[in-house]
């Protein structure tokens, strides 16, 4: 039996936006965590895992998107706009993400130590959110 810690960080930490230091500093770090600490958690039977999800259907990112969108167009109800430039004109489901917690939870992933998974449709590839 082996144990497992699963990190739900956030993808802040690899686009760095100057807008968000403070969530990219503390994402980043505990990145930094994960991979340390799973380099070597197998020899105490114990599995370290990351996992950086981008936006998803929650509450928080649409209070998100509707301050980015009184920033931006002066009006905070025209925040679906703004879904146009996020991959797939969406966010992620929430299954997209928990269904990944789940397989990283099970036996069938049980190889998997000190790495982090990002899934965030490749917003952090293209370095910006919006």
Not at 6 to 17: A, K, M, V
């Amino acid at each position: 039996m082996v144990g497992v810690i699963l990190n739900n960080i956030g993808s802040g930490g690899e686009i760095c936006d100057p807008q968000y230091i403070e969530g990219a500093a503390g994402n980043a770090s505990l990145m930094a965590v994960t991979r340390a600490l799973g380099g070597n958690s197998l020899a105490d039977r114990i599995r370290v895992i990351g996992v950086n999800p981008g936006p998803v259907d929650t509450p928080r990112i649409y209070q998100m998107l509707r301050t980015w969108s009184k920033s931006r167009f002066g009006d905070e109800s025209r925040y679906k706009e703004l879904l146009v430039s996020f991959p797939l004109g969406r966010v992620a489901k929430t299954e997209e993400i928990t269904d990944l917690f789940l397989f990283l939870a099970s036996d069938r992933s049980s190889y998997t130590s000190g790495t982090i998974f990002t899934v965030d449709g490749g917003i952090a590839s293209r370095r910006s959110v919006l």
